[in-house]
């Protein structure tokens, strides 16, 4: 064949056969039976009383085009969907009238797949791995999916990705996830950009790579995405591995927030209330906080419930501070339970009650709060509301120990000065009172340095050396 024969056919493959005029991939329809018209010519078509057949083979002419066929199916499933999302069926449960319109909809979908609409492609993938309508059919939906990615659909490609990732209907290969992954974030897709995150941030199939992680994060992050924001401001706001910038780690966590993301909102907050690295701002901070307890953020209540009690920020409000702190403690949150428990002590925003602050605390310190803990110590060290017992006093204050807190350190050490409770030693009792020191804690730094100390431990140390010198020496 010539080249200008060449030229011709290839000419004539992109001519609209209905008006003659040159048709393109962004105009034309292309027909189950291989011949595409420009999509205007076949609507006209579709609305005349002529035959609904195709001009050149006189095949059958579908009912809508593969756009309208897509927007009716996903207009049927939004339905649906929006219908079951409040309540407690299941796609797997739906009434006899929903499962008939369901099958509308896979059947529109089939339509427009057939004549290459790409989109209805990815959402037939969706229908098969999620089981709307029918079985979960993870075969059926790969297939579709990879003929959705073929044509270059950066959601089908991501959604492979994770089923290469977990090994659904497919033998794991993090190889292959990593391609398609990596196929859909050149689109700028921002759930393959996440997880493309993730494998740098741990190293999975990929080496470790934390300013690989950042960017992808960042992509995903500049199209709004709540969990790329919060990861992106915690890598910013910590400077792991980086240059720390609390101002960008506060727009990205501001961005999160602004959508209502409960963890974004307390992070936020967090940095308005604490004035750490920009001007303290209460009132912005109770805001911020109250939107994630609302949320059911037992952290974010009980400081939406301090702040009421206190008046910073918003209002003094007793009755409001109850009700978040109540919030709080219903969903078992251990300093939900210490702070009501000290307000009981108190007798600040509810009537003194030492039994109820007792019982409160018990209630913290099962969970080992540090600061509840050490105070059932101190009930323990002097006997209120409970029996005197200076060897339970030491053990609470040894959790609490464990846990941090600066005062059980500097009282268990104490205690091992003076045997209390414990096996007197002098050593124990120093690194205790180093622990407390290293967190200001003044009484710690005067016991360090009193002489007496000192030397009561320089005795022990020579104590201890002469004891294990006496054990090397053969008789």
Known sequence: MSKRGAEEMEAAIYEC???????????????????AFH???????????????????????????PN?????????????????????????????DDFREMQIAIRYWNEAAKQNHVLSMHNLGCVYEYGYGVSQQLPNAIEWYKLAAHAGAANSQCNLGLLY??????????????????????????????????????????EKDLSQTFNY?????????????????????????????????????????????????????????????????????????KIAADRGVPLAQCEVAKMYESGRGVRRNVTDAIYYYNLAASQNYAEAFYLIGKAFEEGRIVARNYEKALELYRRAAQQDHPSALYVIGLAYEY???????????????????????????????????????????????KSL????????????VRS??????????????????????????EP
């Open 39 to 65: 999509c205007a010519c076949l609507d006209k078509l579709r609305e005349s009383d002529l035959a609904n057949i195709c001009p050149l083979c006189r095949g059958p002419v579908p009912e809508f085009s």
């Open 165 to 206: 990732a977990k090994g659904l209907g497919v033998q794991q290969d993090f190889g292959i996830a990593y391609d398609y992954y990596k196929q859909a974030a050149e689109q700028n897709n921002p759930q393959a950009c996440i997880n493309l995150a993730q494998m740098y941030q741990v190293g999975r199939f990929v």
């Open 383 to 429: 006997g209120e509301l409970v029996e005197r017992d200076v060897s339970v006093a030491a053990r609470y204050f040894q959790r609490a120990s464990n846990r941090g807190n600066v005062f059980a350190h500097f009282n268990l050490g104490i205690f091992y000065c003076q045997g209390i409770g414990v096996q007197q030693s002098f050593i124990k009792a």
């Open 217 to 289: 994060f960042k992509i995903a992050a500049d199209q709004c995405i709540p969990f790329a924001c919060i990861a992106l401001a915690q890598m910013l706001d910590s400077g792991k591995d980086m240059q720390r910038d609390p101002v960008e780690a506060f727009k990205y966590y501001k961005i999160a927030a602004d959508q209502g993301n409960p963890g974004a909102c307390v992070a936020l907050a967090q940095m308005l209330d604490s004035g750490k690295d920009m001007q303290r701002d209460p009132v912005e901070a109770f805001k911020y906080y």
């Open 68 to 96: 309208e066929f897509n927007i009716r199916a996903t207009q049927i499933f939004e339905q649906i969907r929006t219908k079951i999302s409040g309540s407690t069926i299941t796609w797997q449960e739906l009434g006899n």
């Open 17 to 35: 056969a209905i008006c003659l005029e040159v048709a393109n991939s962004d105009t034309e329809e292309c027909l189950s039976c291989s011949h």
């Open 448 to 473: 360090l340095l009193n002489r007496t100390f000192v030397e009561a431990v320089e005795s022990e140390i020579q104590a201890i050396e002469l004891a294990l010198e006496s054990e090397t020496i």
């Open 433 to 444: 009172f180093e622990l407390a020191a290293a967190e200001g804690y003044q009484c710690a």
